[in-house]
């Protein structure tokens, strides 16, 4: 039986987070600059694209440039804004296709300008998709979503718009990057590492981890497969006990 059809479609988690790690060893081990792994991470990105809108994953989140990363080498830096700029362009046709609507979560005004307007003219163009939602974080980082949220708050109290005795975990949730979506139920990383590093800190609660040595540019519709079989045999209880969430 193939990867795919392994997969229970009732038991399919709604949402899928993704740290795409390994562009920089993948570049070193074929003797080229860490730029070249990002360029050939795209294939990995449509797959895993195309593979979740095909599944029907309501929503796929990418984790495509954290707030750290902003100091990394400036050449790096400005090489992935072009590759970004230029990924946008080539894509918008195929996200359309599929019905995927574009949206993203981060810092984003911190972004250039012509990236910052190009991203808001691709989430305007794909604003009324009803398939897969993908999410990209650019610009992002855990501490920073619920910094800001915290923020938020805090005016509105001093506003006289929130009662912060009255102030809940679901309350929180309205105020972070991912309103209106559910949480995580998996959550992959590749290359090896086996951390969230700074990523969905408050969303990523009780989310399933799954861990591939896979590189992220040879990350393909199979490995995503195998992660979310890998979750379908996994036990989610919420802190209760195996006997709670099945009687028998």
């Not at 970004?84 to 981060?106: H, P, Q, W, Y």
């Not at 003219?121 to 897969?132: E, F, H, S």
Request: glycine share 6%.
């Amino acid at each position: 039986m193939e990867l795919k059809e392994q997969i229970i479609k009732e038991k399919l988690p709604r949402h899928i987070a993704i740290i795409m790690d390994g562009n920089g060893r993948w570049a070193k081990q074929r003797g080229h600059q860490r730029l070249f792994g990002h360029q050939h991470a795209i294939t990995a990105v449509r797959d895993s694209v195309e593979a979740c809108a095909e599944l029907g994953v309501e929503y796929l989140t990418l984790y495509a440039f954290s707030i750290e990363n902003w100091n990394r080498p400036a050449l790096e830096v400005s090489g992935l804004m072009t590759l970004f700029a230029k990924t946008m362009n080539d894509e918008m046709l195929s996200l359309k296709k599929n019905g995927v609507r574009l949206n993203a979560i981060g810092d984003l005004k911190s972004l250039p300008e012509t990236n910052y307007r190009q991203l808001l003219q691709v989430i305007d163009d794909t604003k009324d998709c009803t398939g897969l939602t993908l999410n990209i974080a650019l610009s992002y980082s855990g501490r920073w979503d619920l910094t800001e949220a915290a923020r938020k708050m805090a005016a509105e109290v001093a506003a006289g718009h929130l009662d912060a005795n009255k102030i809940t975990q679901d309350t929180l949730n309205t105020y972070l990057s991912t309103a209106g979506m559910p949480d995580p139920e998996l959550m992959i990383r590749t290359s090896g590492e086996e951390r969230i590093s700074n990523f969905l800190l408050w969303q990523l609660a009780y989310s399933e981890l799954y861990f591939t040595p896979v590189l992220w540019p040879d990350f393909r519709k199979k490995d995503l497969y195998e992660a979310i079989i890998d979750y379908q045999h996994r036990e989610r209880r919420f802190g209760k006990t195996s006997e709670q969430i099945d009687p028998k």
